[in-house]
């Protein structure tokens, strides 16, 4: 589908791209960037890339397709610098997880002839770097794409077939809805996980260990969201503050109600709220976005990245 792809980053997700381009042969060459000597390193010799290159400018001349997967953070000195280099008709796309932000920084530096059409794979792992990516990743998630106005539609159709090769639907939204959206399926779900856990940790009368044996109980799913990388989740929050915001204030209302409940020994305020939100994962379960198992269907990403890993 593209004769040379440069993917602007080489870590969890762009591993992944390129795996998944692989499995169906979508690139004709696949090039890459990344910040760090050991990560260059690592994805030539998982073969994720044909050329490494130390700067982004390199990778991306002569690519019909250069796809963003560095953190939000670096989008704007990143785009600056590769944006001489971009060629005519390229397609130029991320995979950042807010879109109105990615729009911001990218927009303005992107040359004419070039398009520029954002994308953000509902897909992930807490685990980061070139070995953690796998083929299967995308297949059966959803990727939104957030084309701005004037967005050449035969572009856009293009990274829509690509993204749907990849194994992904893929769903056209304004970038505004998106980080909305995200901000409550994504965003406030880490914050929450990353809270508890430091809350846990804070305990003085609970040990550390106590914490550890016992967290079976629940606190384990959280400590598994909250060890996602820290520089992406640090940018997700600089960037969509006023979505999330939003969201953290319908949550505390919520948490305020159940607060109330327990204070006044309201069980069947409480028995309700909890048979509806056991609803919602039933309907996750039959969207196929997860599996009924208990694990939480991570043994199946596990075995799957195992066994990509080993691949040349
Ligand atoms: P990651 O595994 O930490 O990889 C980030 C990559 O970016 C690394 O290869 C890193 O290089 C490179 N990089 C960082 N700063 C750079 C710079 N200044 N110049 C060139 N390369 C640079 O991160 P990821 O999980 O793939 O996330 C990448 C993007 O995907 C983020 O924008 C995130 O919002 C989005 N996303 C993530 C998930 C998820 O679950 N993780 C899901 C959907 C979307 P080094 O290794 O050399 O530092």
Same mark, same amino acid.
């Given at each position: ?18 795996? *998944? ?113 796998? *083929? ?20 856009? *159709? ?16 304004? *970038? ?50 909250a060890s996602s990388d820290p520089t992406m989740w640090r940018d997700v929050f600089l960037n969509n503050k006023e979505a999330v915001l939003e969201m953290l204030g319908r949550f505390s209302e919520d948490l305020t109600a159940l607060q109330r409940a327990i204070r006044y020994g309201d069980g069947r305020t409480l028995f309700e709220l909890f048979s509806a939100a056991r609803t919602v994962r039933r309907g996750i379960i039959q969207a196929g976005q997860d599996t009924a198992a208990p694990d939480f269907g991570r ?14």
């Amino acid at each position: 589908m593209f004769q040379r792809v440069a993917l602007i980053g080489i870590g969890l997700i762009g591993s992944s791209i390129s795996h *998944a381009l692989r499995r169906r042969g979508l690139a004709g060459s696949i090039v890459g960037s990344a910040k760090s000597e050991a990560t260059r390193a690592t994805a030539l010799r998982l073969g994720l890339v044909e050329r490494a290159y130390a700067s982004p400018a390199d990778a991306v001349e002569g690519a019909d397709l250069v796809v963003l997967c560095v953190p939000l953070g670096v989008y704007g000195e990143i785009v600056r610098e590769i944006a001489p280099h971009l060629a005519p008709g390229a397609i130029l796309t991320d995979v950042g997880s807010v879109k109105g932000a990615a729009i911001r920084d990218v927009a303005p530096h992107v040359p004419p002839g070039v398009h520029f059409i954002p994308g953000h794979p509902i897909a992930g792992t807490e685990h980061s770097g070139p070995e953690a990516g796998f *083929a299967e990743l995308f297949d059966n998630r959803w990727c939104v794409l957030t084309p701005p106005e004037g967005a050449d539609p035969r572009a856009v *159709a293009r990274l829509q077939r690509l993204w749907q090769a990849l194994g992904s639907n893929v769903e056209l939204m304004g *970038a505004e809805h998106h980080d909305l959206v995200l901000a409550i399926t994504s965003h406030v779900p880490h914050l929450i996980a990353y809270n508890i856990v430091n809350t846990a940790a804070h305990l003085e009368r609970v040990t550390d260990s106590e914490v550890i044996k016992f967290s079976a109980g629940g606190f384990r799913d959280f400590t598994r969201i909250a060890s996602s990388d820290p520089t992406m989740w640090r940018d997700v929050f600089l960037n969509n503050k006023e979505a999330v915001l939003e969201m953290l204030g319908r949550f505390s209302e919520d948490l305020t109600a159940l607060q109330r409940a327990i204070r006044y020994g309201d069980g069947r305020t409480l028995f309700e709220l909890f048979s509806a939100a056991r609803t919602v994962r039933r309907g996750i379960i039959q969207a196929g976005q997860d599996t009924a198992a208990p694990d939480f269907g991570r043994q199946q990403a596990k075995a799957s990245a195992a066994e990509s890993s080993t691949q040349p």
